[in-house]
């Protein structure tokens, strides 16, 4: 029977992993390289504002991997649903709700009367599986069918929710699994109190409560094989050894950590696809800017600002506004490294939407190049699966790796699999 376990790699992945097994009654160590865990979600304290790095909203909370833990680890989340009457896109000319209700639907202008009726026929066909999409082709190849505003209306969505500037590229299976369990949620999108930070703490509270052991400022460099199995990892002082082995690690570190044992070609393949990656823009205001709407997405600019405030109070200090705004980039753009015209825009729309800002700008957090998701689901683009046949006890998990979902929820899934297989394999 596994009983002791290494999780490697402290952000979403590797805590969630570590606190369900640590929660089953294994000994689990957790083992992260910075002075920090979160990885990608932590949230950075500015001028008595709370900027999330990265992560800020769930998609489909009702179905998400969260509410297990919740259910199973007591994990407290302090859902924050948003309001779907005040999401809006910004056409250029004019604004019009999002068709996130009924009610939405009945408003936007987003399509006319006859292609919002054919929409509503997309979804139903959608959640009864008649549309499954082709092996083979993108969603913009598929949607080709589709009038034009249908189409387009699809892409926008898609765009927002995968965070992606190129969403015809998205494989057309992969877009209508995605949206079969979107479709069929109550609550589409929900922020979280206390911010993600809320969510880390509470993970590793769990795994300490469980006589789990957290172990940061060590990066792992080296993994020893025997015979098909990790007996060791080697960090810069220590070295760790234990049963079972779970890596929470993007892909280009696994090839560097299992260089020179031969396994390494397994996860090459990953290191070579595309990231998906974004210009971020905060801002932390001294006091409130009312607009009739927390969400708006600008359609040409493929820009979108969420008022986080709105729903979690404790990121801001008392009266203060925070602002989150994403600007997706394709790879053209990275090569080009285009991130300051991004940045423009950003601006260009913020004051377009938030008359004032300036004034009132207290501290403000830019990122010219984040990695939202380690593999970006375009195209022939491979997730990497949880586990390989020939290395017997060792897993995977993160963004990177094959699960439900998109962004946090493949890290969460991704776990949530890798802990029912050793699971599975064990006593507890
Ligand atoms: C701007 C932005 C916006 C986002 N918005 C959303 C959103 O709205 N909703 C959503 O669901 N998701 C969102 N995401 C994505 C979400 O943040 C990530 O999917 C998630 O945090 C990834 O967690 P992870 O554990 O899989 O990977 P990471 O967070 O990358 O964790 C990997 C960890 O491993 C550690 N590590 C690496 N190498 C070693 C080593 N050799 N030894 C020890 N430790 C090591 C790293 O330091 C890190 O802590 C967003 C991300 C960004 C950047």
């Known amino acids: ?105 009945y408003k936007t202008k987003i399509m006319d009367a006859k292609n919002k009726i054919r ?16 092996d083979g082709q993108t969603i913009g190849e598929y949607l080709q069918k589709e009038p034009k505003q249908v189409r387009d209306f699809l892409l926008t969505l898609a765009s927002s929710n995968f965070f992606t500037n190129e969403p015809e590229k998205i494989p057309s299976p992969l877009f209508f699994q995605y949206y079969k369990r979107l479709f069929t949620t109550h609550k589409p999108v929900a922020y979280i109190g206390g911010g993600w930070q809320s969510i880390i703490d509470g993970l590793e509270q769990i795994l300490k409560q469980n006589g789990g052991e957290v172990i940061t400022k060590e990066k792992i460099q080296t993994a020893e094989v025997v015979d098909g199995k990790v007996v060791a990892v080697h960090g810069k002082e220590q070295s760790f050894q234990a049963d079972l082995f779970v890596f929470c690690i993007p892909p280009s570190e696994l090839v560097s950590l299992f ?33 009739p709407y927390t969400y708006i997405y600008h359609k040409e600019k493929r820009v979108f600002l969420t008022d986080i405030s709105y729903y979690d109070h404790t990121c801001v200090p008392e009266g203060g506004q925070l602002i989150q705004a994403i600007s997706y980039l394709n790879e053209e753009e990275i090569e080009q490294n285009i991130a300051d015209e991004k940045i423009k825009n950003i601006e260009e729309v913020y004051d377009k939407h938030f008359p004032g800002w300036r004034d009132v700008l207290v501290t403000k957090r830019i990122s010219k190049k984040a990695t939202v998701q380690e593999i970006k689901c375009v195209e022939d683009q491979q997730l990497m699966p949880v586990k390989f046949y020939s290395l017997r006890n060792a897993y995977f998990a993160g963004d990177w790796c094959q699960g439900e979902g998109q962004l946090s929820e493949l890290s969460f899934s991704s776990s949530y699999d890798v802990t029912n297989q050793i699971l599975s394999q064990s006593f507890h």
């Open 119 to 134: 929409f509503v026929y997309e979804v139903v066909r959608t959640l009864v599986s008649l549309e499954r999409g082709k």
């Open 259 to 291: 260089k020179e044992t031969g396994y390494e070609s397994l996860f090459e393949q990953y290191t070579r696809y595309r990231a998906n990656q974004v210009v971020v823009y905060d801002i932390g205001l001294s006091r409130r800017i009312d607009i």
């Open 1 to 105: 029977m596994p009983e002791q376990i290494i999780v490697i790699g402290g952000g979403l992945a590797g805590l969630s992993t570590a606190a369900r097994l640590a929660h089953k009654g294994f000994d689990v160590k957790l083992i992260e390289k910075a002075p920090k865990l979160g990885g990608r979600a932590v949230t950075i304290p500015l001028k008595g504002f709370n900027f999330n790095f990265g992560a800020h909203a769930i998609y489909g909370r009702d179905q998400s991997v969260l509410r297990k833990y919740e259910k199973e680890l007591g994990l407290k989340v302090d859902w924050k649903d948003f309001s779907p009457e005040k999401a809006f896109y910004d056409l250029g000319t004019y604004t019009t709700p999002v068709p996130a209700t009924l009610e939405g639907l």
